[in-house]
């Protein structure tokens, strides 16, 4: 009997971490992918909004701050933080709305315009403050991976199931991660030089390109234009996620985390200096380095449209 009933603890154990797993929500981005959108944006910071950044941060690194949010997801006191990662669009829509789409303000879009309005207001606490932006640096770089601003049906592309790399994955997995990595593999020093690189390729064009308009909505139906474009060109069946469908996409998911970073300059500039001397050019600056140097994990806590390839033409839906 008592075997028995150990087996049948066993089993409930095993049934209620896989359906855990099942429902556990996702990850935008892998660690490296917000630590460049991060360091993109915070190495155009005026010297105002620096020194404003360090005193709401202290010792912690930028780099830390980026991948915080991820990072809590094993503490139940931050389960409130799960839905405000993404956005959920009609799989028929062919942009997003946010009226039929804002879910109540639980969602990514919203959750960014929510805690810029909190760092940028000086009588809130240095505590609320500090959060909101480990929050807002998160959530922009959220908002700039295609997969965050997609389907609820498929939990952004977690059900698309695909080989990648030789290697069983799903769409969104690849997204978040596995472009970047396989990038890295061509790349000495890891996600900091890659930051460092995509900054210097940046142009005055672009950069005020990608400033023109600092409504959040916009970048997300600027980020679904190509989640759309993702599924329309799904990697082929036989061959999946290969070296050619990397080569076809870096030039977008280089514009990806080029445009996050930039806006995420721009905001946080606002937000913690707003009328200060214009922002640094963000080319010749190596915080990334330094950052990249010093990142631990954290002690306490716990074009408008980007570039398309040539060849291209919690909820229950939470993305990985």
């Not at 009588?123 to 922009?140: M, N, P, Q, T």
């Not at 330094?290 to 074009?303: G, H, W």
Request: with cysteine; hydrophobic share 40%.
């Amino acid at each position: 009997m008592q075997r028995r009933l150990a087996s049948l603890l066993s089993i409930s154990v095993a049934v209620a971490v896989a359906a855990s797993a099942a429902c556990a929500p996702c990850f935008a981005w892998g660690d490296d992918g917000h630590k460049i959108v991060a360091t993109i944006g915070t190495a155009m910071l005026t010297e105002d909004a620096q020194k404003a950044l360090r005193d709401l941060l202290g010792d912690e690194t930028v780099a830390d701050a980026a991948v915080w949010a991820d990072k809590m997801r094993s503490d139940p006191q931050y389960d409130w933080i799960a839905p405000l990662h993404y956005i959920n669009v009609p799989r028929n829509a062919t942009s997003l709305d946010m009226a039929r789409d804002g879910n109540g303000g639980v969602q990514v879009v919203s959750s960014i315009i929510k805690y810029r309005d909190i760092l940028k207001d000086t009588s809130k606490s240095k505590d609320e403050r500090r959060l909101a932006l480990r929050l807002l640096i998160h959530f922009v770089g959220d908002l700039h991976q295609p997969f965050h601003v997609s389907y609820k049906e498929d939990l952004g592309g977690n059900k698309l199931s695909v080989q990648s790399f030789g290697k069983k994955s799903n769409m969104h997995k690849v997204w978040d991660s596995e472009l970047i990595r396989r990038r890295l593999n061509d790349t000495k020093g890891g996600w900091a030089t890659m930051s460092a690189d995509l900054r210097q390729s940046i142009t005055p064009e672009q950069l005020k390109k990608w400033t023109a308009s600092a409504d959040p909505a916009v970048w997300a139906n600027e980020a679904f234009s190509i989640t759309r474009l993702l599924y329309r060109d799904a990697p082929d069946a036989r061959t999946g996620v290969d070296d050619a469908y990397f080569q076809r996409w870096q030039p977008t998911l280089n514009e990806c985390l080029k445009v996050g970073g930039v806006r995420l300059g721009t905001l946080l500039n606002d937000a913690l200096a707003p009328g200060s001397a214009k922002a640094a050019k963000p080319a010749k600056d190596v915080k990334a380095a330094k950052d990249a140097k010093s990142s631990k994990p954290a002690k306490d806590a716990k074009d408008s449209a980007p570039a398309t390839p040539q060849a291209a033409p919690k909820q229950s839906g939470a993305p990985e």
